[in-house]
């Protein structure tokens, strides 16, 4: 048992340790690979321009961007952080900040909740024209930290930065990290193995049910799954990134991935909203739209008929009974709303 777990070890370095050794080259990659996308037309809104920088982190705050994003080593400096920031005020507007913040752009609207805020930063973000590679969205008491899953060569960089070579590197459709309340890095490991036999480790995982603290969103998928619902925002702010996850789920299943060797906290725990009266029924609406906004040929699918079957149990299916747990992981996949329908669709 301690060789086999010596060999897993050994392996997850190795395998890190290449993905360390091919991040620079993708840090500077002028554009990626652009794919056929049938005929299915992307938005030209949030097309990556070559010379701009690869990420925009968007968040709100009470006033200006905290402490704990203000650092080198996060995102409040513009020499070690190849980004742009866009923070939305929601109590005071930011009219003294701190720092080397050439980078930083301040909104300020008192009258948002989390999703419209949030909505609020997706616009102005994507109306930056050519746009980014990657829309990054975090809470303002967002910490990034190692965890046990992490090589000792990876150390050697920021946590921010690791996350930020891993999504060129990788480029999912979703990125998102380790999170110790929901489905983080060792439940998605433990669940692959029970619904799917799969014991090989991985620092990269498929994940489904994934929270909102840090969701990176790729250009060619953030105006599929964008702007998030708000028609709920006054009952409960958790519901509200549900409909999202199951966007993600029905379009792009496989295509949400996690790295495991970076957690995301939120230390602060802000109170919100969250009236579960008729949550149901939220679900429900939510697989309903989703269904009514997909190509009328893959409307009967089966993946559909099976969603709408567990509409009233949405998070019992997102969080056991999905099969994308067992999918196995790629690089630089095509991104394509319901790709995977369309090719078996096209088979007959």
């Excluded at 994934?210 to 790729?218: Q, R, W």
Aim: aromatic share 12%; with cysteine; net charge positive.
């Amino acid at each position: 048992m301690i060789a086999l777990s010596s060999v897993i070890i050994i392996g997850m370095h190795l395998y890190a340790s290449e993905i360390y050794d091919n991040w620079n080259k993708f840090l500077h990659q002028a554009e990626v690979k652009s794919y056929n996308e049938t005929n299915l037309e992307l938005s030209k809104t949030a097309q990556r321009r070559t010379d701009a920088k690869p990420f925009i982190y968007l968040t709100g705050t009470e006033q200006c961007l905290p402490h704990n994003l203000a650092t080198s080593d996060q995102i409040g400096d513009p020499k070690t952080c190849a980004c742009d920031v866009m923070v939305l005020s929601f109590r005071r507007e930011c009219l003294t900040p701190q720092g080397n913040v050439s980078h930083i752009s301040y909104l300020f609207d008192p009258k948002t909740g989390w999703a419209s805020a949030r909505n609020v930063l997706f616009f102005a973000a994507i109306k930056r024209r050519p746009g980014y590679h990657y829309y990054i969205f975090i809470n303002d008491d967002t910490v990034l930290r190692y965890n046990q899953f992490t090589p000792v060569n990876m150390r050697a960089i920021s946590p921010f930065r690791a996350v930020e070579k891993w999504l060129l590197d990788y480029e999912p459709a979703v990125g998102v990290l380790d999170y110790t309340v929901h489905n983080g890095a060792s439940v998605v490991l433990k669940r692959r193995e029970k619904k799917c036999g799969i014991k090989t480790k991985s620092l990269v995982l498929p994940t489904v049910f994934f929270d909102a603290i840090f969701n990176a969103f790729h250009h060619k998928a953030v105006e599929h799954l964008l702007p998030y619902p708000t028609q709920y925002e006054r009952h409960n702010w958790y519901c509200i990134n549900i409909q999202t996850v199951t966007q993600v789920e029905m379009k792009f299943p496989g295509q949400a991935l996690l790295f495991a060797p970076v957690t995301a906290g939120n230390p602060i725990h802000r109170p919100y909203k969250r009236n579960r009266t008729g949550l149901s029924k939220i679900w429900g609406e939510y697989v309903e739209g989703i269904i009514e906004d997909a190509p009328p040929k893959l409307r009967e699918h089966a993946v559909f008929k099976t969603i709408r079957k567990y509409r009233l149990r949405l998070l019992g299916y997102l969080n056991n009974l999905s099969r994308t747990f067992c999918l196995n992981v790629s690089q630089h996949q095509p991104i394509i709303p319901y790709k995977h329908l369309l090719d078996e669709v096209s088979i007959f």
